[in-house]
Structures are given as C-alpha cells and as structure tokens.
C-alpha cells in the first residue's frame, strides 16, 4: 500500500512536472514569437522611413530641375528681351540717320536739337531697360539661391532622419540581442532547474526504496 501510494505521488508530481515545463517551455516560446513580431515591425516602419526619405529625395530633385529648367527659360528670355531691345535701338538709330540725313537739308539746327534731346531720351529709356532688365536677373538668381537654400535644408533634414533611424535600428538590434539572450538565459535556468528538480525527486525515490526495504527487514 505504501509503495503503490508513493508510486501515485511521484506519477503526480511528475505529471505536475511535466506540465510546469510544457507551459514553461510555451512562455519562452511566446516571448520569443513577440520579440521577433516586434522586430519585423520596426523593420517595417524604417523601411516605410527609408521610402519615404528617398521619395522627399527625389521629389527635390525634380523640383532642382524644375527650378533649373525654369531658370534657363527665364535667362533665355531675358536675353531675348535684351537683343530685341540692341535691335530696335540699332533700327532706332538707322531711322534717325535717315531722318537726320533728310532733315538736314531743311534745318541743320533745328534737327540737331531734336536728336539731342531724342538722345537724351532714348539713353534714358536704355538706362531704364538695361536696370529692368538687370534688376530681373538679380531677381531670378536671388530665387534661385532661395531654392537652392530649401533644397539643401530638406537634404540635411532628410539626411539628419535617416541617421536617426539608422540609431533607432542600432537600438533596436542591441535590445533584440539583449532579449534573446535574456531568454535563453532564462531557458537554461529552466532546464537547471528541471535537472535540479529530477535529481532531486531521483534522491527522493532512492531514500523511499531504501525506507521501504529497511522497513521490509
């Protein structure tokens, strides 16, 4: 009766046993299942970063060369402006040596006063559409560095969020690391413990044999 009875504890507490490391062994598993979840998500969410950033990166470069592209339609214009301008002043200039030439035959004075001062007027306008024309281009380059200025801003920006994500990463595996191996730290307790605890019930079953057969005698 006493053998079978302790027969019954030990089968129970073996089944106890069994049972403790069986939802032991499915914790750590779990831990582990999570840990690496976690990991794929915030791989996931630096790449979706990473995207993202090189999209900001293109999306300037195209507006670069936009800007570029606008740039030279804006210089070319104006040089067109400024040779329409040589043009007419030559065209200007032809007219009035033709008109000088037939005018002076009626009143030298009087057509010379009146080329003065046209002169004066014409220089005057030249001087104005030359500062125009001058002061567009002044214009055209200030924009230009404006946008060169916000290219190179969101450049660093983007540079400065893709080191910190590459830090947030560094973190990230270092905890990975941390977590794994504090797993597997706790699994090899586990199993000391399991060692410890099937050395112990060994010792235990060795003492009751040993009861039993002193008690036989």
């Known amino acids: 009766e006493a053998e079978w009875l ?3 504890r030990l089968a129970v507490e073996a089944a106890e046993q069994a049972e403790l490391e069986r939802l ?8 582990i299942l999570m840990v690496e979840q976690r990991e794929k998500e915030k791989e996931e969410a630096r790449r979706l970063a990473e995207e993202k950033a090189r999209l900001e990166a293109n999306r300037l470069e195209q507006e670069n060369l936009a800007a570029e592209a606008a740039k030279k339609d804006e210089l070319r214009r104006l040089r067109e402006e400024q ?19 037939e005018a002076r035959f009626e009143a030298e004075w009087l057509e010379q006063e ?12 030249e001087r104005l559409e030359q500062e125009r024309v001058e002061q ?30 590459e830090q947030e990463n560094l973190a990230a595996e270092a905890a ?42």
């Open 176 to 217: 990975k690391k941390d977590e794994l191996r504090r797993l597997r730290e706790e699994q090899m307790l586990a199993e000391r413990k399991k060692k410890e605890e099937e050395e112990a019930r060994r010792l235990t079953e060795e003492e009751a044999r040993f009861e039993a057969e002193w008690l036989e005698q």
């Open 136 to 165: 567009e281009i002044l214009m055209v380059e200030q924009r230009e560095k404006e946008k060169e200025e916000a290219r190179r801003l969101a450049e660093e920006k983007a540079r400065l969020e893709a080191n910190r994500l």
């Open 83 to 101: 040779m329409l301008a040589e043009r007419k002043k030559k065209e200007e200039e032809e007219a009035r040596r033709l008109t000088e030439e």
């Open 24 to 31: 032991e062994q499915e914790r750590v598993e779990q831990e």
């Open 114 to 125: 009146r080329l003065a001062v046209e002169a004066a007027e014409q220089a005057e306008l």
């Open 6 to 8: 302790e027969q019954e």
